[in-house]
């Protein structure tokens, strides 16, 4: 996907949501699986390198890194089942420097997701709407029934 994804994105979603005889659910589900199709192209080409193409922490890289990258497939099960799409998104994020976790040696995604899109109004929200989206997918990934 090229970078006017998110232009993209908000097109698609009002063309499912005012098509001709389009069910509100239907544009809801196929709105939902375009966001997860994006969320996964973006972790796939920023993240799964270190946590792995399922998430679990295995990726090629993983070996290689002084602290093991974390299993994102269990983040609702460490939380006792809930999901927290706020904290994820300040840890994807990474703008926010977190005194606890030491040295970063995940890169800043944020600053990464925040490239000038000409049609957009602002890098900020391209960079917001890129983790909303990737925070989505990491969702949709958790096992044991945590979402």
Known sequence: MGPRWSVAFGLCALVLAWAPGARAEDAESSSRDLVLE??????LRHCAACHG?????????AASLRVPPADLTRIAARRAGSFPAAEVT???DGRRTVAAH???EMPVWG???STRIHEASSEEEVARGRLLVLVEYLRSIQRDGSR
Do not use: C, N
């Open 111 to 113: 600053v990464v997701f």
């Open 102 to 104: 030491g040295l970063r």
């Open 38 to 43: 994006m969320g996964r192209a973006d972790f």
């Open 53 to 61: 193409e399922a998430g679990r922490g295995d990726g090629p890289v």
């Open 90 to 92: 300040e840890i994807v």
